[in-house]
């Protein structure tokens, strides 16, 4: 018998084909509240394969026979990490095969935050263009300004990249650790979050939501931005007070936002930021196109089928588990 695993995203059907050679798959898909059968599936399977499912111990209670828990995304924030490893359960994600493809949409957000595209968009196509703009319509330079990067990893690194040798902008970021390639090929410094915020011209927040960046830009933080600042959010909405960033907005406290992620995704309709005008949304499309999404599918396919045939997972997050066995089996 093959062991079973559950999918939970739709993926290509040549990876769901490779799936089944190794394994019998569960398919169920991802919602607020997962049905009796996902648990009743859950509860024979080693394997979960796809992104944003919360994976803490109340669900793991509930998974005596899992071995692997696979992301389709770079971001494991769903994932009680301390509690898997405790329990010995591999965890995945898939880094580096996403870099490119985020940093070059985070750009294009910025972008068009500052020369204000989807509303100039919009003004053509209502038929509002009957003369030549006037400066109420002016955008703001992205060329030469100051970014700063609140997480200079693999994704924050690829944006600098982009500022630095295409736009020759000056470099600022706040990690907990330097980036010595940073510093030294694009010339970047690592500073508080306090100078940062006060330097930037566009502040861009890159850094994973944990315990520690929970609500790290809020009231206090945009009071510190200038008043011409840009507001970028890439990593996850809850990094950012929400409600603070709308009354930034609305009380010109910065001049604008340019967002991927959001408190509540999918964003409800009602919600008070959609009212705001100056800021640019969009549908969490960081990694969205068709080869890249391709990759991260075939990565953490790639990751459930060595993690569960005895071989190590190319992209495992917790290490740890693998080397507690290894000990415990000499
Ligand atoms: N919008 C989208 O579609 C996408 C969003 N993402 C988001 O982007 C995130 C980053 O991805 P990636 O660049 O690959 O990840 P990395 O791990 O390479 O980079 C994260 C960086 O954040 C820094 N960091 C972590 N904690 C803090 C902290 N408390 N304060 C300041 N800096 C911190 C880390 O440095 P140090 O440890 O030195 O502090 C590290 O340099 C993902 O976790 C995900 O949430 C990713 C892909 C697509
Ligand atoms: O948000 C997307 C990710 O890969 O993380």
Redesign the pocket.
């Known amino acids: 018998m093959k062991p079973e695993v559950i999918l939970y995203k739709p993926i290509p059907g040549d990876l769901v084909q490779r799936l089944e050679t190794h394994f019998e798959i569960r398919h169920h898909l991802l919602a607020r509240e997962m049905p009796p059968e996902f648990y009743k599936d859950l509860s024979r399977s080693e394997g979960i394969i796809g992104s944003k499912l919360k994976v803490d111990s109340h669900l793991l209670d509930q998974a005596p026979n899992l071995k692997i828990v696979v992301n389709t995304?770079?971001?494991?924030?769903n994932f009680d990490v301390e509690e898997l490893t405790k329990r010995g359960i591999m965890a995945t994600n898939t880094?580096?095969v996403?870099?490119d493809t985020?940093a070059d949409?985070?750009f294009g957000l910025l972008l068009a935050t500052a020369r204000r595209i989807p509303e100039m968009h919009h003004y053509v196509r209502s038929g509002q263009w009957n003369e030549n703009i006037g400066e109420e319509l002016y955008g703001v330079d992205v060329h030469h300004k100051v970014l700063g990067i609140?997480?200079?990893?693999?994704?924050?690194?690829?944006v600098a990249e982009r500022a630095h040798h295409g736009f020759k902008m000056e470099i600022l970021y706040?990690?907990?650790?330097?980036?010595p390639y940073a510093e030294e090929s694009l010339q970047a410094q690592n500073v508080s979050?306090e100078k940062l915020l006060q330097e930037s011209d566009f502040v861009l927040v890159?850094?994973?939501?944990?315990d520690?960046?929970y609500k790290?830009i809020g009231e206090k933080e945009f009071q510190l931005m200038k008043k011409s600042a840009i507001f970028i959010n890439?990593?996850?909405g809850e990094?950012v007070d929400e409600k603070a960033l709308i009354y930034a907005l609305k009380s010109n406290e910065i001049l604008a936002a340019g967002l991927?992620?959001y408190e509540k995704e999918p964003i409800p309709k009602e919600s008070p930021l959609l009212k705001v005008k100056n800021v640019v949304t969009?549908p969490?499309?960081?990694?969205?196109t068709s080869e890249t999404r391709y990759q991260m599918f075939r990565l953490g396919v790639d990751n459930l089928i060595k993690g569960l045939n005895g071989e190590i997972p190319p992209t495992l997050i917790n290490p740890e588990v693998l080397t507690k066995k290894r000990e415990e089996s000499n």
């Open positions: 995304s770079v971001g494991y924030d880094p580096d996403l870099t985020v949409t985070i609140i997480g200079m990893g693999r994704i924050g690194t690829a706040h990690n907990r650790s330097n980036s979050l890159m850094a994973p939501l944990s520690e960046t790290l890439g990593s996850r990094v991927d992620v969009l969490h499309i960081g990694s969205a």
